[in-house]
């Protein structure tokens, strides 16, 4: 099983991103998708979920109205799609797939909001 993440970078105050987060090895719609991001010194945060077949989704308040998470099951892929960014969201992204007992991390995308 692999999960990657991808999409993560520099961006300005105010700016855009979406990240991926594609997963081999698994039948990838059955599982749910977690985005939790953590920096140095603080818990890891929960960001946003999605169920398997993507009608469900919640968001920490911290983000609402600001980030979007989706999927394309077709690509075995997931998505976080953020907007309106703050250098408070700075943080290494990551991506939790998982079903029952079973959950695949991947390895994290840093996001860094700067000017």
């Known amino acids: 099983v692999q999960v990657v993440e991808s999409g993560g970078g520099l961006v300005q105050p105010g700016g855009s991103l979406r990240l991926s987060c594609a997963a081999s090895?698994?039948?990838?719609?059955?599982?749910?998708v977690r985005w939790y991001r953590q920096t140095p010194g603080k818990e890891r945060e929960l960001v946003a979920v999605?169920?398997?077949?993507?009608?469900?989704?919640n968001y920490a308040d911290s983000v609402k109205g600001r980030f979007t998470i989706s999927r394309d099951n077709a690509k075995n892929t997931a998505y976080l799609q953020m907007k309106s960014l703050k250098p408070e969201d700075t943080a290494v992204y990551s991506c939790?797939?998982?079903?029952?007992?079973?959950?695949?991390w991947g390895q994290g995308t840093q996001v860094t909001v700067s000017s």
């Open positions: 939790r797939v998982h079903l029952g007992s079973r959950a695949y």
């Open positions: 999605i169920s398997s077949g993507g009608l469900t989704t």
């Open positions: 090895g698994v039948t990838f719609s059955t599982y749910a």
